[in-house]
């Protein structure tokens, strides 16, 4: 069974940072494209940054110049380091990889449990 597993949420004071790491475990022939979303309270969940299996990385505006997406595909670990963070970024950020199982396996969704970031004034 493959699972996610997100931590190095916290509370942080604005202009502070913080470094989110998330692992692939379980039954994994393949991982595909990463990514890390957020979710604040009252609102969608979305997108921050992705990765893709070979370290091309796209980040949304609010990322932009701050974050930095990482990934390690020997260890099958991403990480999320995020620098001047601002109240506004204060939510719960969620993992997501799209995984194959096996050899010519199709490619599933998979998120974690999500880690609680809060940014403070």
């Known amino acids: 069974q493959v699972q996610l597993v997100e931590s190095g949420g916290g509370l942080v004071q604005a202009g502070g940072s913080l470094r989110l790491s998330c692992v692939v475990t379980?039954?994994?022939?393949?991982?595909?494209?990463m990514g890390w979303y957020r979710q604040a309270p009252g609102k969608q969940r979305d997108l921050v940054a992705d990765?893709?299996?070979?370290?091309?990385?796209l980040y949304k505006e609010p990322a932009k110049g701050r974050f930095t997406i990482s990934r390690d595909n020997d260890k099958n670990t991403m990480t999320l380091q995020m620098d001047s963070l601002k109240p506004e970024d204060t939510a719960v950020y969620y993992c997501?990889?799209?995984?194959?199982?096996?050899?010519?396996?199709?490619?599933?969704?998979?998120w974690g449990q999500g880690t609680l970031v809060t940014v403070s004034v």
């Open positions: 990765i893709t299996s070979d370290g091309n990385a």
């Open positions: 997501n990889a799209k995984i194959s199982a096996y050899p010519y396996g199709d490619y599933d969704d998979y």
């Open positions: 379980g039954n994994v022939f393949i991982v595909g494209g």
